[in-house]
């Protein structure tokens, strides 16, 4: 079992940047892919982006490149969201997700290809 808890969600105004971390614990953590998915009302799960487990190979949805960044500490057991120039269409609560595995591109953008996952934080983004 993998217990993820994330943190650094708010609200802020449309071009702001928020910081979200995703602590996990119960596992090796160096041998787990970390991704982060959002969420809006009456919506699918969105894959948002993923990391493998040394953090030398990342993905993102077409959406968020070259405005989100995500990396990670293996010694602090945490992965982060680092998201720049946000909009309103990013409003969402954002989830935290983990699955074994250390090699490839973590090309894993459908929610049922993650064992774990986070209870969420909310992003707001206002225009």
């Known amino acids: 079992q993998v217990q993820l808890v994330e943190s650094g969600g708010g609200s802020v105004q449309a071009g702001g940047s928020l910081g979200l971390s995703c602590t996990a614990s119960?596992?090796?953590?160096?041998?787990?892919?970390m991704g982060w998915f959002r969420q809006t009302p009456g919506q699918e799960r969105e894959f948002v982006a993923a990391?493998?487990?040394?953090?030398?190979?990342?993905y993102y949805t077409d959406s968020v490149k070259g405005r989100f960044t995500i990396s990670r500490d293996n010694a602090k057991n945490t992965a982060y969201l680092q998201t720049n120039d946000l909009k309103p269409e990013d409003t969402a609560v954002y989830y935290c997700a983990a699955k074994p595995g250390i090699g490839g591109i973590p090309q894993y953008v459908r929610e049922d290809q993650w064992d774990f996952w986070g209870r969420g934080t909310q992003v707001t983004v206002s225009s």
């Open positions: 990391i493998n487990w040394i953090g030398s190979s990342t």
């Open positions: 119960g596992r090796d953590f160096t041998a787990t892919i």
